[in-house]
């Protein structure tokens, strides 16, 4: 009975948002003279009605999150992941229906206007088609943001909940004794809204991870953990007091590199490369976000440049917003922490209070067989031009060919004795977006291969996906049997429609006869700019 007076109340205050959001969308069609008489399809202003319907789309959105938090703040009731779930499902809905009617009015009036005047109106079905592409990228973008904030709320409802009444007797109770983990928040003096969203990640791993792990993070400021002290240069009593105990970084930037010490370009780049310098684990991330007015010209070149350094040997991730920030950050410090609650337990026999959620990283245990295997590692990650050869259906590297993602694999079997020198692979690639399953296929590598033989030191490309104009495609391989005893490799293109969403792929390479396991990695995949990264 509570959740449904949380969600009725939500209703109805989303109800009345909602209206007055439209309100303000019929004022500035009206105060503009955008109406569909005024701004149609092919006509001068019909961009600006565009925009109009952009920003409703937005105040929607933000009218739907607005009155979640509300009516789950007034109520006291903890927000639960089916409500997330189902709110998401309405908004989609909603923003849908929206689209569609819009464009379904402008078409209308185009034929009544064509039919009135015995004219074709000029460049009408472009400019209708252009509509729809911004309209639904919008909606895209809007989902994907509603999405995260709504994470963040639920995180942050079932922390406060979790403190107010302690675990249920179902859960494992935090332990007495905890292992601290110093993850320092670096950053230059612009983006202190950044360093907020890091030290937040930071607490919701916390929040729903220490119960299970006894692994605590202590998120590390020189605001909050330096202390006044002299003998030496600032940023070296900085390193002493906070940095060089640190054991995760997480750095973020926008327009500034900031103030240079005596040993680096900044205060923040020293950090940063001490340490890199001892092993230590290194997120960082770059704002796209535009310069604000009267930026420092000078610090952004010193930060491109400095960027651009980091290319030779770093991956960096850039984010749009905070909502980006929060999203990536979250699942980047998830992935790291997994790797590194592994590597404290074989070092310090570390046991973990309950089994890892299924489905995380590393749970997928290891074939076993009687023989050694090869050592398959990713030696290579970026973009290849690549087309159809002929007929056959085979892919090869071609310089006025579509642009794709690949994997370069190498087998390493030579830096090792024990390892087989040959190995037939077989690989296979699983698509996911928004954490569910949405392709499975065989691999289609570089020449057309489904099967490539890697001798001892060999190379060969994994094509993982392929641009299109408005969503991604990915070749998969299939053997069909057009003989007895003959087989031919067909290869198909799959579709993904997702305009600005990142989807996640998870590869697997396999030894083709006996099932070996030689390589598994999840990566995710981004539209706009085409990039692929590691998880």
């Known amino acids: 009975m509570e959740i449904n007076r949380a969600t009725t109340l939500a209703k109805v205050l989303v109800r009345d948002r909602a209206l007055e959001a439209r309100d303000r969308m019929d004022e500035a069609l009206k105060s503009q003279k955008l109406a569909d008489h005024e701004a149609f399809p092919g006509s001068a202003k019909f961009p600006e009605a565009i925009e109009v319907i ?30 997330v779930d189902e709110s998401v499902t309405a908004l989609r809905s909603s923003l849908d229906s929206v689209v569609s009617a819009r464009l379904k009015s402008w078409q209308a009036f185009v034929e009544l206007l064509e039919t009135r005047t015995n004219t074709k109106v000029a460049q009408s079905e472009a400019a209708l088609h252009e509509a729809s592409r911004r309209l639904n990228a919008e909606v895209a973008k809007l989902l994907e943001r509603a999405e995260c904030k709504l994470d963040v709320m639920l995180q942050t409802s079932l922390a406060s909940a979790e403190k ?163 999203r990536s950050s979250s699942r980047h410090l998830s992935t790291v922490m997994h790797n590194l609650i592994a590597e404290l337990k074989d070092d310090f026999g570390i046991e973990s209070q309950s089994k890892p959620p299924a489905g995380a990283p590393g749970d997928t245990p290891l074939p076993q067989s009687g023989g050694t295997v090869p050592h398959m590692r990713v030696t290579g990650l970026g973009h290849v031009r690549i087309a159809p050869l002929g007929t056959s259906g085979q892919w090869i590297a071609s310089d006025g060919g579509q642009i794709a993602l ?122 706009d700019p085409l990039q692929i990264a590691r998880l």
């Not at 792929?505 to 999840?522: F, I, K, N």
């Open 54 to 83: 952009v920003k409703y789309l937005s105040d929607l959105v933000e009218a739907k999150v607005s009155s979640i938090q509300d009516a789950y703040r007034q109520t006291g009731i903890a927000l639960t992941g089916d409500a």
């Open 164 to 326: 107010a009444s302690g675990a249920a007797d179902s859960l494992p109770r935090a332990p007495r004794t905890a292992t601290v983990i110093r993850v320092l928040i670096a950053s230059p003096g612009d983006v202190q809204k950044e360093r907020d969203v890091l030290t937040d990640v930071v607490h919701a791993w916390n929040a729903a991870n220490f119960a299970a792990t006894g692994v605590l993070l202590l998120a590390t400021k020189w605001e909050t953990h330096a202390y006044p002290a002299s003998g030496d240069r600032p940023q070296a009593i900085i390193n002493k007091q906070i940095v060089d105990d640190s054991d995760i970084l997480l750095g973020a930037f926008w327009c500034r590199l900031g103030t240079p010490t005596a040993v680096s370009a900044s205060g923040t780049a020293e950090e940063i490369e001490r340490l890199r310098a001892r092993g230590k684990k290194v997120l960082l991330y770059f704002s796209t976000a535009p310069p604000p007015p009267g930026h420092d010209i000078r610090q952004l070149d010193l930060l491109k440049d400095y960027q651009h350094s980091l290319e030779k040997d770093t991956l960096y991730w850039n984010f749009a917003d905070c909502d980006e920030l929060y």
């Open 406 to 527: 690949a994997m370069q694999f190498t087998n390493e079997a030579s830096r090792n004795a024990s390892m087989n020198a040959e190995a037939t692979v077989k690989s296979t690639l699983i698509y996911s977006i928004a954490g569910k399953e949405v392709l499975r296929v065989r691999g289609c590598w570089l020449d057309g291969f489904d099967l490539p033989t890697f001798q001892a030191d060999d190379s060969h490309s994994l094509i993982v996906a392929l641009a299109g104009r408005e969503e991604l495609s990915v070749l998969g391989t299939v053997r069909k049997l057009v003989a007895p005893g003959s087989e031919e490799i067909q290869i198909r293109a799959h579709r993904l429609l997702a305009i600005s969403l990142e989807i996640q792929v998870r590869v697997r390479l396999t030894e083709a006869d006996r099932g070996d396991l030689l390589y598994e990695g999840e990566f995710v995949i981004r539209r």
